[in-house]
């Protein structure tokens, strides 16, 4: 695809994922890797509204080429990518129920969310907490650095996922599959739980490498 037929991939998958509830005003941004450097959804926008041309072309050092200003969390990006070499698009979300989960006080930080499905294995594999930060903090891109080299996706505490795929469509999957995980796993407080086994899950990784 050229570059205007990825912007309006990125707009639709935007689009949908605003539209079904996973994300309100102007929270969260899309990327996807190009030759360049990445396309980037724009700084203070919708992502109900977006007008294609107008998502930003940065080169591999943030320096915008094309259309609006970037992201202001643009360095998530970067951090990610630079840890996941093979990763070609990320969806960074502020939705209900993950958040509600980087909220908790009692949750693994290093894996937050149970195995509760073959589904959420396969697509997110597991998902380490990373601190708070306040927003625009650069310190943020160091701790999902970090965790990045080990999972695909990353909570950030009382924000949301950041979550990365081999392209647009598994990254945006990945992250629905996150979020359905989160609302499972509050839904299921208090209640006895059958999460996969160890082996189930080893199986699942042989099987489906995240």
Known sequence: ????????????????L??????????????????EGM?????????????PAKIALVDHDGKVLDGDKPSKELFLHQAMYGRRPD?????HLHSTWSVAVSC?????????LPALTAYYVMRVGSLPLAPYF???????????ATLAQRSRAVLLA???????????????????ELE???????LLRGQPIRPLTEAQVADLRVRFPT
């Open 39 to 51: 396309l980037i959804t724009p700084t203070n926008s919708c992502m109900g509204t977006l007008d």
């Open 134 to 144: 306040p927003p625009g903090d650069l310190a943020l891109a160091e701790a999902v």
């Open 87 to 91: 990763e070609r698009a990320i969806v």
């Open 180 to 186: 359905e995980t989160a609302k499972l796993f509050l």
């Open 158 to 176: 009382n924000h949301g996922p950041v979550v990365a795929g081999a392209g647009l469509e598994q990254a945006v999957y990945a992250a629905e």
């Open 1 to 16: 695809m050229n570059y205007r037929e990825q912007r309006q991939a990125i707009a639709h998958h935007a689009k949908s």
């Open 104 to 112: 908790l006080a009692d949750v693994n930080p290093d894996d937050v």
């Open 18 to 35: 605003f539209d079904r509830g996973y994300g309100c005003g102007s929270s969260g941004n899309i990327s996807l890797r190009v030759d």
